[in-house]
């Protein structure tokens, strides 16, 4: 491996180059010193998670590699090693290399399922998600299979192949009846097909089998009308686009009928006032607020409607819509493992990467 290979090293021109012999001589000498006992095995590899954890993908690899290379090393730690390095390389972006690397421990331990969680997640970023729905298959964890067939799904319809999307879709609704991320492709593309009346009926379905936690994300996506996993785009308020309408209404009539917690309630409110029903938007908003008086959205947007109706001096009024602007852009959404915030849905938390921790903020200090 070449030094300019190491993206960690541009971290380190304080200490200039001349520190890399002898780091390396430090971790050769280490090497040797390192018994095969399993005790100091650990304390070598985790010296290199921790250059690992410091980018340093080179020297982490470097330690792997001494010890992998060692004759007569035990199976298990050579597999270790090997997983350890594949892991190096694939924080490094070096995504070939870490496949490699968890071949070969795949071929000394089979398939462990923390190998075929990085092969899996190497699958993902490399954008093969038939291959990733696969692995997740194989582990047996049918939330992100169906997570990866939906975006299979997604790209099939992308490149004209609707028949082979549906039953990809199709299969992914049969691992997982509640993935929020099949069903909200399977209404995009009805909504966009313009099929009312099956959109009806399939908006029911889904509100039905998705988890209550997660059905905002459902609006939400929808409201956004064109589905990117992972980022989805914040919603274009486009008023003239009234071909949406009859959807919306279909929406709020079902969120009506179903079960509704506070932040389907106020999605209702957001659906009627794109619609222009600004009166009916305010009693769901009213509603909104007798489920939870803390529920700052319903209230900015109370306060927006009831702005409207008074008469303001031109820089009373100027002042408010600053204020009113400002509060629109807080970050609606939250992680519920690490606390991140954003203004888009995720289904992988972008900085955790947990599943399906999304969060609507009902209350400010959330
Ligand atoms: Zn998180």
Redesign the pocket.
């Known amino acids: 491996m070449s030094d300019n290979r190491a993206p960690s090293y541009s971290s380190e021109n304080s200490k200039g180059r001349t520190g890399l012999p002898d780091t390396r001589a430090a971790i050769d000498e280490l090497s040797k010193v390192v018994k095969d006992i399993p005790e100091a095995v650990e304390i070598y590899l985790a010296l290199g998670n921790l250059y690992r954890s410091q980018g340093e993908i080179e020297r982490a690899a470097q330690i792997r590699n001494s010890l992998i290379l060692r004759p007569g090393l035990a199976p298990e730690t050579k597999a270790r090693a090997l997983y350890e390095l594949g892991r190096d390389f694939s924080r490094g972006g070096f995504l070939d290399r870490a496949v490699n690397a968890f071949d070969k421990a795949r071929e000394i331990v089979g398939d462990s399922p923390e190998i075929l969680t990085e092969l899996a997640e190497i699958a993902a970023r490399s954008r093969e998600f038939e291959k990733a729905a696969s692995f997740y298959s194989d582990l047996a964890q049918p939330v992100q299979e169906a997570h990866y067939l939906a975006r299979q799904a997604e790209d099939e319809f992308n490149e004209g192949e609707d028949a082979k999307a549906h039953r990809t879709l199709g299969k992914a609704l049969k691992i997982s009846p509640n993935s929020a991320e099949a069903w909200l492709l399977v209404l995009t593309r009805l909504k966009k097909e313009g099929s009312l009346e099956e959109f009806t009926a399939r908006f029911k379905e889904a509100l039905a089998q998705v988890p209550i936690k997660l059905r905002f994300v459902l609006i939400e996506g929808l409201l956004a009308d064109s589905l990117v996993f992972g980022d989805t785009p914040i919603p274009k308020m486009d008023e003239s686009q009234d071909r949406s309408f009859p959807f919306y209404k279909v929406m709020v009539e079902e969120i009506e009928r179903s079960d509704s917690d506070v932040i389907m309630h106020y999605y209702g409110a957001r659906l009627l006032q794109l619609c222009g029903r600004e009166e009916e938007a305010g009693v769901w908003l009213e509603k909104t607020l007798m489920l939870n008086q803390n529920f700052w959205l319903a209230r900015l947007e109370l306060f927006r409607i009831a702005q409207t109706k008074q008469q303001l001096t031109p820089s009373f009024k100027n002042q408010l819509e600053f204020f009113v602007n400002i509060a629109r852009k807080v970050q609606r959404f939250t992680?519920s493992?690490?606390g991140?915030k954003r203004d888009r849905i995720f289904f992988i938390?972008p900085?955790?990467r947990?599943w399906h921790?999304i969060t609507f903020r009902k209350e400010l200090n959330q």
Do not use: F, M, Q, V
Request: proline share 0%; with cysteine.
């Open positions: 992680c493992s690490c991140i938390c900085r955790c947990s921790s």
